[in-house]
């Protein structure tokens, strides 16, 4: 029993740890947040086990996040509200071509991040973004101005 309760303290320590660390996908960690993350992989598991080294005690570690992994999806499913407080709601961090300073403060991201997301959406300059959102998972979502110009297709 000592094994479940501990590893339901960790599990809500981490949770809380990566919904402050902000949303970044894995991807866009640095070398050094990678490192850290694997790091604390390893304290947390020593943290849960403390000296058992058992297969029932691992089983019953695992067991554990996955019971409040599940538990934590399900509210997320059946109510709104518990999702916006467990997976958070997307911000707006370009608006018709402007950069929102203070949503790119709140986030830790920068300019370049952004742009470098939106060459790889095909878009090449921030003019061309009617709106540009931080989704939860840390993807960013881009939709171009409609009043544009279309481009006609290139003649080979």
Sequence with gaps: ????????????????????????????MTPFEFIVMV??????????????????????????FAFWGLVLSWMSYLSPRAARLLEGEPRVIVHHGRVLADSLR???LTRAEI????????????????????????????IRRSDLPEEAPGED
Excluded: C
């Design 115 to 142: 742009e470098s997301e939106m060459r790889l959406a095909g878009i090449a300059s921030l003019g061309e973004v009617a709106w540009a959102v931080l989704e939860p998972n840390g993807k960013i979502s881009f």
């Design 106 to 108: 709140r986030d830790r």
């Design 1 to 28: 029993m000592e094994v479940v309760l501990r590893a339901t303290a960790m599990f809500a320590i981490v949770y809380l740890l990566v919904r402050m660390l902000g949303k970044r996908e894995l991807g866009q």
């Design 39 to 64: 790091v604390i992989g390893d304290l947390i598991q020593q943290g849960v086990t403390q000296n058992d080294f058992s297969l029932t005690g691992a089983a019953l570690a695992i067991g554990t």
